[in-house]
């Protein structure tokens, strides 16, 4: 069964330097997005991407932030000077050809900024 | 921001006892409401509901929406161990964002 991956599994990084977390979303999928949730809280959604764009971002998502998918298959997350508080665990979605659909999760990539 | 609340966050059970898990949303261009399962990592998906009144079924698990009343319930039937769980229900907005509760933690003793 066709499935989201998300690499790294984990990464830990220090405050201020940059990290870029990776996702192949489900091949024929048009929508993406990344989720991230912290320890103990609530699944918080980032950003969504369609059609080569950002279609909708949270107040989280602020310019520290960016998405790419920069070769057709690979959708990225780079946060370009990271902070304590984005430690996180972050999640990348994909749904298939219109939001009527299910969303199907990657299994996440652990970052802890120390 | 639309809110989607869950109860109880906790709960604990017997093997073989039945559960009911709630989910009350604000109605704000409702699409959907999806309910997944997260145990170590991702949510893993288990219904969405679009329409009131209709029960979604999964061998134990089954789902049932009120769009009058606003809220669903996903129940468990002779729950096993393998059932303990966070259990997330999720709301669509009109561009595909999901907004989440916050979850109800099952766990299920033997």
């Known amino acids: 069964e066709p499935e989201v991956t998300q690499t790294p599994s984990h990464q830990v990084t220090q405050m201020g330097q940059e990290v870029i977390l990776r996702c192949v979303p489900i091949s024929n999928h048009l929508y993406f997005y990344w989720y991230r949730q912290i320890l103990g809280q609530k699944v918080e959604f980032l950003v969504s991407?369609?059609?080569?764009?950002?279609?909708?971002k949270s107040e989280i998502f602020d310019d520290q932030f960016s998405v790419e998918r920069p070769d057709g298959s690979n959708f990225t997350l780079k946060i370009r000077s990271t902070k304590l508080e984005d430690s996180a665990m972050y999640f990348c979605a994909s749904l298939g050809t219109s939001v009527l659909e299910t969303q199907y999760f990657g299994p996440g990539t652990r970052l802890l900024v120390l | 921001e639309d809110k989607v609340v869950q109860s109880p966050l906790s709960l604990v059970v017997h093997e073989g006892d039945t559960v009911t898990l709630n989910c009350s949303y604000e109605?704000?261009?409702?699409?959907?409401l999806l309910w997944y399962k997260q145990e170590k990592k991702a949510p893993t998906f288990l219904f969405m509901l679009t329409s009131s009144g209709i029960e979604k079924k999964s061998g134990r698990l089954s789902s049932i929406l009120d769009k009058k009343e606003l809220f669903s319930i996903l129940n468990i039937t002779a729950t096993q161990t393998g059932d303990s769980a966070i259990y997330l229900c999720a709301r669509y907005n009109q561009g595909g964002k999901l907004i989440f509760g916050q979850g109800t933690e099952l766990s299920v003793k033997p």
């Open positions: 991407f369609y059609n080569n764009e950002i279609s909708e």
């Open positions: 109605v704000t261009n409702f699409r959907s």
